[in-house]
């Protein structure tokens, strides 16, 4: 069944710690996107990679970073400078030229 | 003022009812108009898909855009209780801006029996 992997499900860190989320797909999408989520808020875009090794920035990109060196896979670093890293993480993608998003079901990430 | 603004409710009805959630933009340059459901703790599902302005049908849904007003709409009719969830209201400018969506906050709706 192709669609969108996020792994893992829950993730617990200590704060100051970096932390990876992994986002595989296998819809042969060109374009993937991260967002966070948090109550009240709707979705913000963190990053967003329309082209393997390219990406840009989205609305809150500070104290994430990516990588895209596969189709497939666009992982998202949270960093040690995220000074509120504690959300619901969720990776999609699109096809190209087409604006429609299909997501995964997310990572919720907890700093403690 | 944000980009896209939509009632968070909660909105609470009885099975049956007929549901209205609702969003209003600001920026002229979206073309394209989605809703969203998400169950808790889960990925948002894509509902409904919308270019410009008009209304589209798909079962008991209905979304309907307005340009002009800037203000988009999704009619649920006949609800059901598994219609419980957070619905999403999402817009774009398209082009090369594809897939890079504005999403409003959400309403949570609750269908009881």
């Known amino acids: 069944d192709g669609g969108i992997t996020q792994s893992p499900k829950y993730l617990f860190r200590k704060e100051g710690q970096n932390v990876t989320l992994s986002c595989e797909q296998n819809?042969?999408?060109?374009?993937m996107y991260w967002y966070r989520q948090d109550p009240g808020q709707g979705l913000r875009l963190i990053y967003y990679?329309?082209?393997?090794?390219?990406?840009q920035k989205g609305d809150i990109a500070e104290g994430y970073s990516v990588s895209r060196e596969k189709k497939e896979s666009f992982p998202l670093t949270v960093t040690s400078a995220q000074k509120n890293p504690t959300a619901f993480y969720l990776c999609?993608?699109?096809?190209?030229?087409?604006?429609?998003?299909?997501f995964g079901q997310g990572t919720r990430l907890t700093v403690v | 003022q944000k980009e896209v603004e939509q009632d968070p409710g909660p909105l609470s009805v009885p099975e049956g009812a007929i549901v209205s959630l609702n969003c209003t933009y600001s920026?002229?340059?979206?073309?394209?108009f989605m809703w969203y459901r998400q169950y808790s703790r889960k990925g948002p599902e894509l509902l409904m898909y919308?270019?410009?302005?008009g209304n589209k049908e798909d079962g008991r849904f209905t979304a309907q855009v307005d340009k002009s007003s800037k203000y988009i709409s999704l009619f649920i009719r006949d609800s059901q209780p598994s219609d419980s969830a957070t619905y999403l209201c999402?817009?774009?400018?398209?082009?090369?801006?594809?897939?890079?969506?504005?999403f409003g906050q959400g309403t949570i709706l609750t269908v009881h029996p």
């Open positions: 999609a993608s699109s096809i190209k030229r087409n604006t429609e998003a299909f």
């Open positions: 819809l042969n999408h060109d374009a």
């Open positions: 990679s329309q082209i393997v090794n390219d990406f």
């Open positions: 920026n002229s340059a979206f073309q394209y």
């Open positions: 919308t270019y410009s302005s």
């Open positions: 999402a817009m774009s400018a398209g082009g090369t801006s594809y897939g890079k969506l504005t």
